[in-house]
């Protein structure tokens, strides 16, 4: 479909929300109420073929793979390990009132 460039701009603004708003989806295709089943139906309907079993691998392991590196070795020598000594909670800003 081609359009005019005004009409093309004023759809695409249609998709936009103003700064503040949240976008909320409870209904359609991925609405939470039917999701998998719905999901499910597209997939049949499309003859899509059945995704790969996730596969759950360590942080170390991901590293490895995908970027070459010992990301738990010092990056300066390459030969010390580091090691978690104390876990710091994620700061979490107070609400304003």
């Known amino acids: 479909m081609r359009l005019e460039t005004c009409e093309f701009i004023g759809r695409f603004m249609q998709h936009m929300l ?7 989806c409870h209904y359609g ?4 109420a039917h999701k998998t089943a719905n999901l499910a139906a597209a997939c049949a309907a499309l003859e899509a073929p059945e995704p ?3 596969m759950v691998e360590s942080v170390e392991a991901f590293m490895r793979r995908v970027a070459g590196i010992e990301w738990l070795n010092c990056p300066h ?3 010390g390990v580091f090691r978690v000594a104390q876990a710091i909670p994620p700061h979490m800003p107070r609400a304003p009132s």
């Open 77 to 79: 020598c390459g030969e």
């Open 29 to 32: 295709l991925l609405g939470p």
């Open 52 to 54: 790969d079993s996730i």
């Open 18 to 24: 103003p700064s503040g708003f949240k976008r909320i």
